[in-house]
């Protein structure tokens, strides 16, 4: 019996002790927040490479889609220009490569010239082309490069002269609108015809 004795006091006590751990063990199970359930990891995505940006293109200026005659003939108000280049025979000239420069008068340009010293001229090939050749100058001159100019040399081998002081006038005529492109060249609308001296 003493041997039931101490197992029940050996339980009691144990029983005891346990307790003891439980009530220890409670107030951190109270303060611990419930666990929520683990979370599945979503795949690491695979990065892409890094691509190389491409060197910036330089892209040209946008050109008219024809020549400095295809422009004027599109324009509308260069009727008279084109049938004087006509009866010069310098529309091929104008449609070649270039590059031009031509300071191109409006049919309202060609209008102050008295009519009968219009047709003299569209009737004297030579004179003409001597006077059309007087508005074209070799290469590509744009507004921005004709600032330092005094003179320029035209294709007939004068010079016209060229002041900007006010605006830009080429020999008294006044350049109304600047850098019309075409792809062999540029056009300066003046309000005048021109006259090599």
Do not use: Q
């Amino acid at each position: 019996m003493r041997t039931l004795s101490i197992f029940v006091s050996l339980v009691f006590a144990l029983s005891a002790c346990k307790k003891e751990e439980d009530k220890s063990a409670e107030p951190a199970a109270k303060s611990a927040k419930p666990t929520e359930p683990a979370k599945t990891a979503e795949p690491a995505k695979t990065a892409e490479p890094a691509k190389t940006p491409e060197p910036a293109k330089t892209e040209p200026a946008p050109v008219a889609a024809g020549t400095i005659v295809d422009v004027a003939v599109a324009a509308g108000s260069f009727k008279t220009l084109v049938t004087a280049l006509e009866a010069a025979g310098l529309v091929d000239t104008l449609k070649g490569d270039g590059p031009f420069t031509v300071f191109a008068p409006t049919d309202e340009a060609f209008a102050k010239v008295p009519k009968a010293d219009l047709d003299a001229l569209l009737a004297d090939k030579a004179k003409l082309t001597a006077v059309l050749t007087y508005h074209v100058v070799a290469g590509k001159v744009m507004a921005k490069d004709v600032g330092g100019l005094k003179s320029a040399k035209t294709v007939n081998g004068a010079e016209l002269t060229i002041d900007t002081s006010s605006g830009v006038k080429v020999d008294g005529a006044t350049v109304i609108k600047a850098d019309i492109e075409a792809s062999n060249g540029v056009i300066h609308v003046i309000d005048s015809v021109v006259l090599p001296k």
